[in-house]
T-cell receptor, first 115, second 114 residues
Framework: ETGVTQTPRHLVMGMTNKKSLKCEQH?????MYWYKQSAKKPLELMFV???????ENNSVPSRFSPECPNSSHLFLHLHTLQPEDSALYLC??????????????FGPGTRLTVL | AQKVTQAQTEISVVEKEDVTLDCVYE???????LFWYKQPPSGELVFLIR??????QNEISGRYSWNFQKSTSSFNFTITASQVVDSAVYFC???????????FGKGTRLHILP
């Protein structure tokens, strides 16, 4: 595998379900990100991790719970979601958080539908 | 505060025409980085270019070219001899040396008609 991979690519869940999104980067990067992209809305940054430590939580509801066990893996645990949480969830990674090497590389996304 | 404006929400051109996507940015920092990303229908954002504020040289990569002008705070993207495969949403983005996040514009949806 190369680049940034995300699984699953599509997910349908009920409001009472618990599910997890997985992201893995094979680029040797140190920073990882979760974004939400809803229809007709700009990209929304959710969480930032640098060397496994969370550096940014952009006022995300607690029903979204991130986990970063190491610099290569990032999870987004979902529970008791609402229909308005239906969106494309994108994972990204970058070599550094700031300065040279801060360009982000994205995965293909998980299309989430909450019924 | 940082801001990126992509005034063109949607553009349609006929194949083989040239098209320019506009991007205007705002920042008070003197060290900053500008990006362009392409998002095809598959959904993945594809990194196209990164330019730092100290390098105003224009860049050409095949049919793609970028015009960075600090005097007008613009970083425009031109596709020459467009092709149907260029149809996508294109995002301009900005970060500064002090930020640990990238600010994205709202994107321009480009339709290349056969």
């Amino acid at each position: 595998e190369t680049g940034v991979t995300q699984t699953p690519r599509h997910l349908v869940m009920g409001m009472t379900n618990k599910k997890s999104l997985k992201c893995e980067q094979h680029l040797g990067h140190n920073a990882m990100y979760w974004y939400k992209q809803s229809a007709k809305k700009p990209l929304e940054l959710m969480f930032v991790y640098n060397f496994k430590e969370q550096t940014e939580n952009n006022s995300v509801p607690s029903r979204f719970s991130p986990e970063c066990p190491n610099s290569s893996h990032l999870f987004l645990h979902l529970h008791t979601l609402q229909p308005e949480d239906s969106a494309l969830y994108l994972c990204a990674s970058s070599q550094t958080l700031k300065g040279f090497g801060n360009e982000q590389f994205f995965g293909p996304g998980t299309r989430l539908t909450v019924l | 505060a940082q801001k990126v404006t992509q005034a063109q929400t949607e553009i349609s051109v006929v194949e083989k025409e040239d098209v320019t996507l506009d991007c205007v940015y705002e920042t008070r920092d003197t060290t900053y980085y500008l990006f362009w990303y392409k998002q095809p229908p598959s959904g993945e954002l594809v990194f196209l270019i990164r330019r730092n504020s100290f390098d105003e040289q224009n860049e050409i990569s095949g049919r793609y070219s970028w015009n960075f002008q600090k005097s007008t705070s613009s970083f425009n993207f031109t596709i020459t001899a467009s092709q149907v495969v260029d149809s996508a949403v294109y995002f301009c983005a900005l970060t500064t040396n002090r930020d640990d996040k990238i600010i994205f514009g709202k994107g321009t949806r480009l339709h290349i008609l056969p």
